[in-house]
């Protein structure tokens, strides 16, 4: 007999915690060690030593330096140093026009460059955002002194790019902090110069001017002296009615160069007497080199060394062809180390069978229980520019250059596989040709690799990694396996409980942001052979579509419009509710789509930011679906720049279309199958959507953008093609399966 209640028949196992549990963990214990060690005057005097180490590495003569993030010239030049690398994302340029802003800074005066790879700019307003949000208790982050804060953010080397958190941490409490700074610092120098009252001075484009004399002084007169002065930690700030840049849609800072090819990426740098090395690892993940014969490969003219590594073989030469010509001449051999008989179905079967075990739910008597399993692939982060960094050793000094989104522990980890102190090695910060998560100092073997091929050879080097090379050897979005029930009655949620299977626990990314009275997500660990790492929007992009996707089961288990059914679990005025009813508003959702087409609905929430989206699709004559028109409503409190947010919110939703059509990585024999984008296909500009984008300007604590656009895209695909077809896609990549 059922009982009137959903209940679970089992207790629930405990979750796994995820892994930024533990970096907030080992944070606290790292800068609670350093206090009681050496106590808050140590902190504070080892705050003080690294802003003046950041004034030695970026200052000159005359030059004012504020916080170390931003620097005023004697010209007037306002010089940005972001803790952020540019790999195509445009926030270097919000960050330029939140600094500017509070400063009130001649904008043409404004230019931007990568701040070095050293601790005196590991990046404290992002450990402040992060543990903030990790911790649950923001307030008392926030009431911790900076100084503390920054201890933390050195202890860790933390430079880090991604997250979607360039813009609303380092931007909010960095950038517009040092602005403001600056600002209230220039004023006090002006008022001792002009013998007036500060109140009676105002500032804009980079002068102070007194208005009742009629006086003005530049930024670039005021600067050094200003610099001297105490800085203020906690500035006040500009009101959203005071803005002048923040808001604007100003050209990005990175294109001209992009556009003329002066900009400079790691796969284009050159030294003199340079030699280049190609590399081919271990097939299988975990395996390593038995053996090779160098011979074939010092046969070929130019190739000048062959190098084994544990997992490798290496070929130096003169430049990039021969060393791959010596490469493709070797026959290595390789172990499989124990993996050889994994493969993609396997994988999926152990996970099945870890949720199989899980709790199940019964229904009330009247209700209905909905049952789905899901499952998303490993996915390769696709960059456009394969691997590829220089290296030189000489006399005992060890110099790197290349793109990685943490430079600082990029260096770090170098000075290790090097067997040399931190202070003798440089890591020189470039811009990427894409990342999306996959250059992370933890998921890049190649600065391991090629710090140990740089002490083994008198030249500078660059290794370069073959397309090949790093499709096989990626560090990929976890493989998942889902089970979702529901039970559902009179049009509502009455009862949700998830089991999956990955790597790490993803819970706090697959929430759901409707009101269901008994909610319960259980993860279960499952460990392959491969390296799981970032992929944009990290785990919501599977839990999105996990998620959304099973709403639209339960709406349609209940008879119900997939729109009508979520606006009924969200509270009246809440900004769930204002994305959710924009999107069908501006897609026109209550009238009928063309013919042959169906529209799909999906909203998640991820990096503080919400993002509701329509997908209007139709089927080739093939039975492949194709995608007409996209619509996306977002809410990430203030838009910095609409322009660049709106071009990030596009790009996210089309990889997301692209992943959830085409994109996965194989697993057979332990070894990855496919190998380039013949057989990892990206989604095509020609089948690229019509996409309108709309934000709302809530005023909400600011969110991120670079990768809340992705998660909604692949559920509302898969609900647009219920729609159409009756066939609900529960397994990506959809080209994969059977024809929709």
Known sequence: MMADNPTLETEAPAPTPARRKGVKRRAFLIGSAAVVGGGLFAVW????????????????????????????????????YTP????????????????????????????????PADPAFANSSLGKGFLADMSGYPGVIAAMPASFISLIARQMNLQITGGSSAVRFTGQSGMRVAGAAARAALIAEAADRLQVPANELTTQDSQVTHAKSARTLRYGELAE?????????????????????????????????????SALYGIDFTLPEMRVASIMM??????????????PAMAIDGVEKVIQLDEAVIVVAKGY?????????????????????????????????????????????????????????FLHQAMMEPFAITAHHKDGKLEMWGGIQDPLSARMMAAESAGLDADNVTFHPMIMGGGFGRRFPPYSQIIDQVARVAMQVPYPVKLIWSREEEVKHGAYRPQVAARLQGVTGKKRMAAWASDYAQNDDAAAEGTVPYAIPNFEARHHQFISNQVNAYWRSVNASQHGFFNESFVD???????????????????????????????????????????????????VESFGTIVAEVVEASL??????????????????????????????????????????????????????????????????????????????????????????????????????????????????ILAQAKV
């Open 225 to 261: 002296a200003a610099a001297k002065r105490p800085l203020d930690d906690n500035p006040k700030l500009k009101t959203r009615e005071q803005y002048r840049y923040i808001g604007q849609g100003i050209p990005r800072l990175d294109i001209p160069a992009k556009v003329d090819g």
């Open 45 to 80: 005097w080892g705050d003080n030593s690294a802003r003046k180490r950041a004034v030695e590495l970026t200052a000159k003569d005359k030059d004012g330096s504020f916080l170390g993030w931003l620097k005023i010239g004697e010209d007037d030049t306002v010089t940005i």
């Open 620 to 733: 080739k004559e093939d039975g492949t679906p194709r995608v007409h028109k996209a619509w996306a409503v977002v809410d990430c409190g203030t838009t910095v720049n609409p322009v660049n947010a709106a071009a990030q919110i596009e790009g996210g939703l089309i990889m997301g279309l692209s992943a959830a059509i085409g994109e996965q990585i194989n697993i057979d024999k332990g070894a990855v199958v496919e190998s380039n984008f013949s057989d990892y296909p990206i989604l095509q500009m020609a089948d690229a959507p019509e996409v309108d984008v709309h934000f709302i300007e809530s005023g909400a604590k600011m969110g991120g953008i670079g990768e809340p656009g992705l998660p909604p895209a692949a559920p509302a695909l898969a609900n647009a093609l219920f729609a159409l077809t009756g066939k609900r896609v529960r397994q990506l990549p």
């Open 84 to 115: 952020h690398i540019d790999f195509g994302q445009g926030s270097n340029t919000a960050l330029a026009q939140m600094a500017a802003d509070e400063l009130d800074a001649d904008w043409s005066r404004v230019t931007v460059e990568s701040a």
């Open 321 to 377: 062809w021969q060393a791959k010509k010596g490469l493709d001449a070797l026959t290595p051999q390789f172990s499989d180390g124990g993996h050889g008989g994994l493969s993609t179905a396997s994988i999926y079967a152990a996970q099945d069978k870890l949720n199989a075990a899980g709790p199940k739910l019964t229904a009330p008597t009247g209700g209905k229980l909905v049952t789905g399993e899901y499952k998303a692939p």
């Open 282 to 295: 271990a097939p299988v993940r975990g395996g390593k080199l038995t053996s090779v014969d160098p011979a």
């Open 553 to 603: 089961e339960l709406a349609h288990a209940e008879g119900e419009d997939p729109y009508t059914f979520r606006r009924n679990h969200l509270a009246p005025g809440s900004r769930h509710l204002l994305v959710l009813d924009t999107v069908a508003q501006r897609s026109g959702w209550t009238t009928p789509p063309p013919e042959g087409r169906a529209r799909g609905i999906a909203m």
